[in-house]
Structure formats: C-alpha cells, structure tokens
C-alpha cells in the first residue's frame, strides 16, 4: 500500500507496546455532520491513523449521553473520545453547546471515583479538518498507552 | 413545645383548601417519625415536630403533584424548601400546587450517627431534652450531646431560621448550636489520597451496593422511577450482576442525572441500607457546579439549572487541545 504522509510519530506508536494484548481499545463517538466526515477526509486522503479507535456515529455531539460513556469505560474501554462540531457551528444550533456542560462535568468528576480523567476527551473537529483528526487520534492513543493506573 | 402547636394552629387554618397534608407524626420506634398524611382536621393532632424530623418529606412532592387534582400542604424544614424550590425550577410543577409549611429548625439528630456511636447496638429509648441526648440500649443507658450527633447538612446551614421560600413560616425559638464547619473541607482531604486508592476505596464501597435503589426512590429530584435506565430491557444498561462496576456504573449515571439538581439533603445516604457514603458523590458534583458554572441549587426557582442551558462563551470552562 501506498502510504504517504508516514511519519516518525505513527512509527513509534506502532512499535510501543500498549498494556492490554499489546493494544488499547478506544471508542469514539463522532457526530454526523463534521467530525465524521472529518475523519472520513482523514481516511481519503490517506493520512496515517493507528487502529485502536473504533467510531460510532451519532446524529450529533449532543446525542452523546453521558451514560454512553460511562457504559464503555464499564464495558472495557480504556479511552473515549467524543468529538462534534466546532461551538457554534453545530449543524442542530446548540446541540454541542448542551454537551460541552455535560462533558465538561463528567471530565471533572471522573477522579473523584478514582478513574483518570485522561482516558476522556472531547474534541471540536470540522469535516474539513482531516489533519486535525489524525494529530488528535495519535496524540490520545498515546496518552492512553502511557497512562498509570485506572 | 410551642413549635409544634404553633404548627397544629396553622395546619388547623389552611386545612380547608387542602386536599392532603403531608407531614410528621410519632412512632413507636425511638429517635424516629414517621410520615403522616392528613386528609381532614381529626388528624392535625398527629402532627408532631421534633429534633428527630430528618425525612425530607418533599420526596412526596412530583409524586403527588401529578396524582392529586387540588393542594397539598407540606411540613417542611427550611433545607427540604430546596428540593421544592429545585423541582419548581425545572418547571415540573406549578408554584401554588404545593403549601409549603415551613418550621424553623434548631438541628436535626441523625440516627444512623446515633448507632455508629454506639458500634451498631439497637437503640431501645431515645430522649432529647435541650441540649442532652439520652439513648438507651441493652446495655446501659448512654448520655450524649445531641449537637455532635446532627445531620452533616445541619453543620454548614445557613438558612434554618430563614428558608429561602415558604407560604407558611413557623419561626423555631431555638437557634442551631452546631458548631459550623466549612463544606466541602472533608473533600481536599479525600481526593489527595491518589487515583489509585480512590479508586480501592470506592471499590469496596460499591463492593457491597445490593442495588436495592433505595437511593433513588427516596431522592425528591429523581422523578424519573419508573423511566429509569435499571428498568430498561432494551437497551440492557444495568446488568443484574452484584459486583461493584455495576454499581459503580449505578451511581456514577445517579450523579449525572443530578448534577446542578441536587440540593444535599442527605436522604440518599440515609435510606442505604449499606451505609455507603453516597452524599460524598452528591457534594463532590455540587461542588463542580458551583465552580463550573456559578450554581448553587436550591435558591431561586427562577434561576435555570445549569445542564440545561448554555453560554455560548463559557469562562470557566477550559476545553483541552490535544494537538
């Protein structure tokens, strides 16, 4: 295959070990209307991602129920990662701006019950922004891998 | 006394455009009440008001809202006011469908407290004179102070002789003697203790959750019973599994359908039958919000609680860059 674009980070993410069976699974969930399509664009032009994320599409950031999330951290997900559309830009009006206050919260309130609120993030990606997503997939799937403890 | 006949007298008033007054009566068991509900004047003289009313008798109050065509009266306590005031807020109810008969308050005595102190033996008599506690058991009758024994709410109140909101008010001659502490200081303490040991702590904690949801049927803000996700086939959210992830999983999704809602009334910890310390969840959330968001739930019923609104610039709210 014809990889272009092949650079030293997605090298040394491929050569780390990981923690569990050498990988980790993370699941994100990203809305229809622009960071899907994102990471589409991603995926079109080719740009080199590593294969820990599995993505479940939702009609939009705020579609995403906190409870989703904490079901895949219950279920074995060591990250989750949810990304929309840019804040006022939601395809809805106000869907993502509802769901910044609910992450928001979860995010803070993760430590409390002792899990590490790294294995979370939210991200605002647009679908033109393929390069955006690749840096964000690499850069968390390390911290996943590097993290210590819950 | 007076409190409680002050309280008869105005019951005794308004009774007449009530369909149901809620409120407190006693019970053979010591430091208890029960609940009362009163539909005629023959049953105002059950009513009782004491150091020992710590059920938060809103709880009733979704509920009876919807299934009662006229009023309800309701005996509250200025901190129970909050619930009232929260669930007003969401517009769940109108304003004058519940009488609210608030009863100034000089610090409520909390039972399970009472047993801890006395490593769990059963409690055979109970008696509150001023400031004295006389506790009897099998093995001898115990003299305590009754201010070291109040409700963790009652040492940060600042509202027990001044609700926030009220139809009736019965104002309590004596003054709360607890000695005041800062709220959320118990917190700082917890969370240096590290992730990983956190994470043990509430391990075996939820470790004992038999699910009992007692917790969530006492709570006067989760109106969603029967609409729970525990009772949902499809999707299966909460398995039946006993073991503590499930119950983790639980409570963490409590704690999200009650952020910027809670008042801290304590209730939730009360009914566990497991005393697992529940409020430290509740109190860490309000605290969250209140830094969020600048939201202190329970003060003004016109106010919109914060998850259910937006900023379109949020200035507390920092989002990561993972670039």
């Known amino acids: 295959m014809n990889m272009t674009n092949k650079t030293d980070k997605t090298e040394k993410i491929q050569e780390s070990p990981g923690k569990r069976n050498g990988e980790v699974n993370i699941v994100a969930f990203l809305?229809?209307?622009?960071?899907?399509?994102?990471?589409?664009?991603?995926?079109?032009?080719?740009?080199?991602?590593?294969?820990n994320i599995r993505i479940i599409r939702v009609p939009c950031s705020g579609r995403v129920n906190p409870l989703f999330i904490i079901k895949a951290f219950n279920l074995g997900a060591d990250?989750?990662?949810?990304?929309?559309?840019?804040?006022?830009?939601?395809?809805?009006?106000?869907?993502?701006?509802?769901?910044?206050?609910?992450?928001?919260?979860?995010?803070?309130?993760?430590?409390?019950?002792?899990?590490?609120?790294?294995?979370?993030?939210?991200?605002?990606?647009?679908?033109?922004?393929?390069?955006?997503?690749?840096?964000?997939?690499?850069?968390f799937v390390k911290r996943i891998e590097n993290r210590e403890g819950k | 006394m007076s409190v409680e006949n002050n309280l008869k007298e105005k019951a005794g008033e308004i009774m007449e455009d009530l369909e149901l007054l809620v409120g407190y009566s006693s019970t053979n068991l010591p430091l208890k009440v029960d609940p009362v509900f009163i539909k005629d004047k023959g049953g105002i003289d059950s009513l009782v008001f004491t150091k020992t009313c710590i059920n938060n008798l809103s709880t009733y109050a979704y509920?009876?809202?919807?299934?009662?065509?006229?009023?309800?009266?309701?005996?509250?306590?200025?901190?129970?006011?909050?619930?009232?005031?929260?669930?007003?807020?969401?517009?769940?109810?109108?304003?004058?469908?519940?009488?609210?008969?608030?009863?100034?308050?000089?610090?409520?005595?909390?039972?399970?407290?009472?047993?801890?102190y006395l490593k769990g033996l059963r409690i055979i008599s109970g008696k509150i004179e001023g400031d004295s506690l006389e506790v009897g058991t099998i093995e001898g009758k115990h003299s305590l102070k009754s201010k070291e024994f109040y409700a963790d709410k009652c040492y940060w109140c600042k509202i027990y002789n001044n609700p926030p909101l009220f139809d009736e008010f019965i104002e309590n001659e004596k003054e709360l003697d607890a000695v005041p502490r800062e709220k959320y200081e118990d917190l700082d303490q917890f969370e240096s203790m590290g992730l990983d040991k956190i994470y043990s702590y509430w391990e075996e904690q939820f470790g004992q959750c038999i699910r009992c949801y007692a917790c969530r049927n006492i709570c006067p803000l989760e109106i969603c019973?029967?609409?729970?996700?525990?009772?949902?086939?499809?999707?299966?959210?909460?398995?039946?599994?006993?073991?503590?992830?499930?119950?983790?999983?639980?409570?963490?999704?409590?704690?999200?359908?009650l952020a910027g809602r809670c008042t801290g009334c304590g209730e939730c910890e009360?009914?566990?039958?497991?005393?697992i310390p529940i409020s430290k969840l509740m109190?860490?959330?309000?605290?969250?919000?209140?830094?969020?968001?600048?939201?202190?739930?329970?003060?003004?019923?016109?106010?919109?609680?914060?998850?259910?609104?937006?900023?379109?610039?949020?200035?507390n709210i920092k989002e990561e860059k993972i670039v």
């Not at chain 1, 589409?40 to 590593?50: I, K, M, V």
């Not at chain 2, 009360?270 to 005393?275: D, G």
Request: charged share 30%.
């Open chain 2, 63 to 116: 509920s009876l809202a919807k299934s009662t065509e006229g009023k309800i009266g309701m005996v509250l306590k200025p901190c129970d006011t909050r619930s009232i005031i929260q669930l007003l807020s969401e517009e769940l109810f109108e304003r004058d469908k519940i009488k609210m008969i608030v009863v100034g308050c000089s610090g409520i005595i909390a039972y399970k407290k009472v047993q801890k």
């Open chain 2, 270 to 275: 009360r009914a566990c039958p497991k005393n």
């Open chain 2, 225 to 257: 019973r029967e609409r729970c996700i525990t009772h949902l086939e499809v999707p299966h959210w909460q398995s039946q599994r006993i073991n503590s992830d499930e119950g983790r999983f639980f409570q963490l999704i409590r704690v999200m359908h």
């Open chain 1, 79 to 139: 990250g989750v990662l949810v990304s929309g559309c840019h804040p006022n830009d939601c395809h809805y009006g106000e869907g993502n701006l509802y769901a910044r206050r609910r992450f928001e919260f979860l995010k803070k309130f993760l430590p409390f019950m002792g899990i590490d609120s790294n294995r979370f993030s939210y991200q605002w990606i647009s679908a033109s922004e393929g390069q955006k997503w690749q840096n964000v997939v690499i850069n």
């Open chain 1, 31 to 51: 809305c229809n209307w622009c960071s899907y399509a994102g990471a589409d664009a991603a995926g079109t032009a080719r740009l080199r991602q590593p294969e």
């Open chain 2, 283 to 315: 109190k860490k959330s309000g605290q969250i919000i209140e830094r969020l968001f600048d939201y202190r739930t329970g003060e003004d019923p016109k106010k919109r609680p914060p998850l259910l609104t937006f900023k379109d610039v949020e200035e």
